[in-house]
């Protein structure tokens, strides 16, 4: 069982940054692949970036590839999104969520854990 909770969420102005983080609970952290999905009002939910559990292959949405950097620390329990030049449709709750798949899911139904979310809003 993992349990994990996403912070870093927040209000910014069209082409600033933000980080989140996603901390997770269990000592099997490093075995889980990480990913990153978000969900706009209206939309369904989409994939944003995802990390193998060893850290050494990252996949992203063609939407945030330039823009956004997933990162790991299996010392503390902690997956990262860092995003740049955000975009007004960048604006969604963002997910954190945890894989038992030795591979990289890019699909929501490839994950087996999930966070609650943290809100992003990116205004004009």
């Known amino acids: 069982q993992v349990q994990l909770v996403e912070s870093g969420g927040g209000l910014v102005q069209a082409g600033g940054s933000l980080r989140l983080s996603c901390s997770a609970s269990g000592r099997t952290f490093s075995s889980y692949a990480m990913g990153w999905f978000r969900q706009a009002p209206g939309k369904e939910r989409e994939f944003v970036a995802t990390?193998?559990?060893?850290?050494?292959?990252?996949y992203y949405a063609d939407s945030v590839k330039a823009r956004c950097t997933i990162s790991r620390d299996n010392a503390k329990n902690t997956v990262y999104l860092q995003m740049n030049n955000l975009k007004p449709d960048d604006t969604a709750v963002y997910y954190c969520a945890a894989s038992m798949s030795s591979g990289i899911p890019t699909s929501s139904g490839g994950y087996d854990y999930w966070g609650q979310g943290t809100q992003v809003t990116v205004s004009s």
């Open positions: 990390m193998k559990w060893n850290g050494r292959v990252t």
